[in-house]
């Protein structure tokens, strides 16, 4: 017998989405304006639902209130850029370390936080966060700030090369989130996450610590939704509270996002995104109704697959796109 992670599906998988990423990559030279903007929104709501899977579906940390962090990496870029002065391909990733920074008291806090009292925690953390950030009149206060145009000119002296630059810094950092989550899960500390969310009290009597390994995914995904964050307001090139720390549009819709897709596994925020975003194009323009359709499909797909889209699909086939399951295969003895 030998314990293997790969399979035939999962080679096909990672040969195939090699291949799309290519091709994604020249998008700027096949793709419109409008294209290219709804596939770098595409990737950055990948990335957010992917992070969020992480901290829910793996650590057990339920937040409704990572829009703190993707608020948090909009005015760090803006202030980084046109209060510091610094160039924007320097801002963003000194964003990311400067939200991961943050996160650390913030979650030695609310870490003291147990079920419902942790979601209902972050979310007043965001709220502190969105009251703090009216308040920097630097950064235009309650009413936001645009980036001006001689600092988005910085970025590249061409329209076009400044979209295709937004662009391939989306692909990237959706391409970065996916692969740091499958480099993590494929770890000892993804098992330990993973002996987490099946069973906590299991996993610590066999010596998982609970703690220090929740609050290390905590600040990881914290540091990568800030960087997220910049790179929707750097698409956006306007801020404001409001926006910035809207519930609605990056924790709501994330979480539908998973759900749809299935918590807890890596192919279910991919899956789930692609559905929203179709879902999204093809009923936005009828209102409210676009929004309580959103409610009956969450409904439906909770019925009939509490494990998400791709949870019912693995049932049923056995697919994997992402080795990470471990199998032992059963090898005739040599004669």
Known sequence: MRVTRTSTTAQAAMILAALILIALAFAPWWAGRAEMRLMGEIFLYMALA????????????????????????????????????????????????AGAVIAMPVAALIFRLRGAYFAIGTWVIAEVFRLSAAQISALGGGSGASLPAGIVKSLAEGRDMRDAIAYWLALGVMA????????????????????????????????????????????????????VGALIFLQKLRISPEAAFSVNDWTAFVIFIVVIGGIGTLEGPIIGTLIFFALRETMADLGTIYLIALGLVAILVMLKAPRGLWGLIRSRTGAELFPLSRRVLNIPPKK
């Not at 962090?69 to 610094?86: D, E, H, K, N, T």
């Not at 390994?213 to 914290?222: Q, S």
């Open 50 to 97: 992917s992070l969020w899977n992480l901290l829910a579906g793996y650590a057990g940390l339920v937040s409704v209130g990572q829009q703190a962090y993707v608020g948090l990496g909009g005015y760090l870029l803006f202030a980084l850029a046109m209060l510091a002065g610094l160039p924007i391909l320097l801002a963003l990733p000194l964003a990311a370390v």
């Open 176 to 227: 970065a989130v996916i692969g740091a989550a499958f480099l993590i899960l494929r770890s000892r500390h993804g098992l330990a996450l993973t002996a987490i969310r099946d069973n906590e009290l299991a996993s610590r009597s066999l010596g998982v610590d609970i703690w220090r390994t929740k609050f290390a995914v905590y600040v990881i995904v914290a540091g990568l939704t800030t960087l």
